[in-house]
């Protein structure tokens, strides 16, 4: 039985000066603890649980050693952030995590000063620490600066930039490595743990630095011990390559261990310049179904906490995800140059289904956007059909590729944009709200925005027939429940006339179509006015023709689109019907210039007034 002074450690915390109050021998029942707690709390409500479990002892012992907000501690994404925020004063928070008006399911500035930086995508932290690091010192400040990174993190090229930037330098830098998958180095014990204290210790230290300046005054021996001591750390460490950059490597270490983290971290603090601690952890570690399946348990909804099992509404419509996977497999069937690519998304985008069909032909990039789709456009130089499926908010770290690798050379790459409009409780940084604005004004580039998940099928499979770039839009979550079709071409760049009428004209843009014929049923009954509706299907090339063709003179024109407002295809149509004469009330529903809060997407998109009383209420305002 626990001692009973460890009974109810967890909720003692209401900040760090009550864990700095503890003893290192409570730590690892303060462990304990945060697992169940978070186990439970995240049952009803989802979240990023197997990350945070994965980094509860590296969490403790960080706020252990070092004194946040003086010292910043950034964590890289931040979805592994939850043992974070319960350490640092919001325990009674945390069965609000990404609810509505609740805590934000990463880190944020607004949220809390020990959210040193804000994040939401993968492989910033180092370089955001080292520019702590920098300003710090250029202040003449006093503090540490401390990234922790995943493995997969690392393998983004801005994550390389930055250690090759801080590697370069003599900043003192702490980045440590959360090694959860042993991709780099599987050999954690006793000896790997006792390497890592003795390498980062004070007495160690000491002796290289006396044994350099004699070895100084020798010519060429030196060099010769540098080689002898790299030589002899490659073949019990992993560093060489951290060292070669200009990092002090340190472990790998014991993750799961406070006898191994807490001295490390505290040599570490000791040490001058850039430094690597390497530490090994488990992801989804105290909760055996986020052990077994790391990928599922990355993020998900609610779910039954005995089983595991999600808990899920069985009856719910295929989701726009699925539909994309099971229509791309099919067409694959039949199309041997098509091939599948996702930068470290395979579930999330649907893929993993068509790696199953197809393992040869579904890539996995890594965290890795910007080599996605200059990969993408080599494959399709080489005569394949690639087609990436990326979240939206991702393809914006790809832009440069977007435009110079691909649309310049009117390359045959299909982006299918994941997760485009409103999210729900990922928040502002998983928001795709950017990229028919960012996309509409490239060259060669064909934009296509669903209306349902029928008209997805059909469009993957006219985006596969069209020479030059395409992408594709939909949205998070399930369809209308509509019976299968087999995918068929649609006419490029022509519009769909939903419904006539003679007093004004509402032109859809994608999934906000639903609404929208519900809320032109309305008017019509309540209001009697009859409004046409146009899907308008292709963003880019622009139907402007059906559009006027459909626009009485002197009516209103409304466009509703669930992308932001500035530099949507709103403003584009808007522009191209007073070109040939229009003139009349015009109105915008879209996004504003504003980032969104978190919450469910019924929420947000109420919020936004692109429900159907918000677009109720702002065609009567005109």
Not at 4 to 15: C, F, R, V
Not at 218 to 245: S, Y
Not at 394 to 420: K, P, S
Not at 528 to 542: C, I
Request: with cysteine; glycine share 10%.
């Amino acid at each position: 039985m626990a001692n009973e002074k460890n009974m109810d450690l967890l909720s003692s915390i209401a900040g760090l000066e009550d864990l700095k109050r503890l003893t290192p021998s409570q730590l690892p029942a303060l462990s304990k603890q945060m697992r169940d707690y978070l186990i439970q709390t995240l049952a009803p409500i989802g979240g990023h649980l197997g990350a945070g479990l994965g980094v509860v002892e590296l969490s403790i012992a960080l706020h252990y050693v070092f004194d946040s907000p003086k010292d910043k501690i950034i964590w890289d994404v931040g979805h592994q952030a939850y043992p974070h925020k319960i350490l640092t004063g919001r325990l009674q928070g945390m069965p609000t995590m990404r609810q509505y008006g609740g805590l934000n399911g990463f880190t944020k500035r607004k949220e809390s000063e020990h959210d040193a930086f804000g994040a939401g995508h993968a492989s910033t932290s180092i370089s955001a620490a080292y520019g702590f690091a920098v300003g710090r010192d250029l202040q003449h400040q006093n503090n540490h600066s401390v990234a922790i990174i995943g493995d997969g993190s690392l393998g983004g090229g801005m994550a390389f930039e930055a250690l090759n930037h801080a590697g370069g330098n003599n900043n003192n830098l702490l980045v440590i490595l959360n090694d959860n998958e042993m991709s780099i180095a599987p050999n954690v014990g006793a000896m790997s743990s006792y390497l890592a204290r003795l390498i980062s210790g004070k007495s160690y230290v000491s002796a290289k630095e006396t044994a350099k300046r004699v070895l100084n005054k020798l010519p060429g021996a030196l060099d010769v011990a540098k080689r002898l001591e790299e030589h002899v750390k490659g073949m019990i460490t992993p560093g060489t390559l951290f060292e070669e950059m200009g990092f002090r490597y340190i472990g790998p270490v014991d993750g799961h261990d406070f006898d191994h983290l807490l001295p490390t971290l505290e040599n570490c603090k000791d040490l001058k310049g850039p430094v690597l601690l390497h530490v090994l952890t488990k992801k989804g570690l105290g909760y055996s179904p986020a052990e077994e399946d790391p990928e599922t348990w990355h993020g998900l909804g609610p779910y039954c906490l005995e089983s595991g099992a999600p808990v899920k509404n069985t009856e719910a419509p295929a989701s726009y995800t699925n539909v994309f996977a099971d229509t791309l497999t099919a067409l694959a069937e039949k199309d041997e140059s098509i091939v599948a690519i996702t930068a470290a998304m395979p579930g999330g985008t649907g893929l993993s289904r068509f790696a199953q069909r197809f393992p040869d032909r579904c890539i996995d990039v890594g965290i890795a956007e910007q080599h996605a789709l200059t990969f993408a456009g080599g494959l399709a130089c080489s005569g394949m059909r690639p087609v990436v499926a990326i979240y939206s908010t991702f393809l914006q770290r790809a832009y440069d590729q977007i435009i110079h690798d691909i649309c310049i050379q009117n390359l045959n790459v299909v982006m299918c944009l994941d997760r485009a409009g409103i999210v729900g409780a990922d928040g502002a940084t998983h928001t795709g709200m950017f990229d028919i604005a960012f996309l509409r004004c490239l060259p060669n580039m064909t934009i296509m925005c669903p209306k349902d998940e029928i008209e997805l099928s059909h469009m993957l499979k006219t985006a596969l027939e069209i020479d030059g770039p395409v992408a594709i839009r939909y949205p998070r979550g399930s369809g209308l429940g509509l019976a299968a079709e087999t995918p068929t071409a649609l006419p490029v760049g022509k519009a769909e006339l939903i419904a006539a009428g003679d007093d004004g004209l509402i032109v859809s843009v994608g999934t906000r179509l639903c609404d929208v014929k519900q809320a032109a049923k309305i008017l019509h009954d309540e209001d009697a006015k009859s409004f046409a509706v146009l899907n308008l299907r292709f963003v880019k090339p622009l139907d402007i023709e059906a559009i006027k063709q459909f626009l009485p003179a002197g009516k209103p024109l409304i466009v509703v689109e669930e992308g932001v407002a500035e530099g949507g295809v709103g403003e584009k149509i808007a522009v191209e019907a007073i070109k040939s004469g229009w003139s009349g009330g015009f109105k915008h529903i879209a996004m504003p210039d504003a980032f969104p809060e978190h919450g469910t997407q019924t929420e947000i998109l109420r919020d936004l007034g692109l429900d159907v009383e918000g677009i109720l209420k702002q065609i009567r305002g005109m």
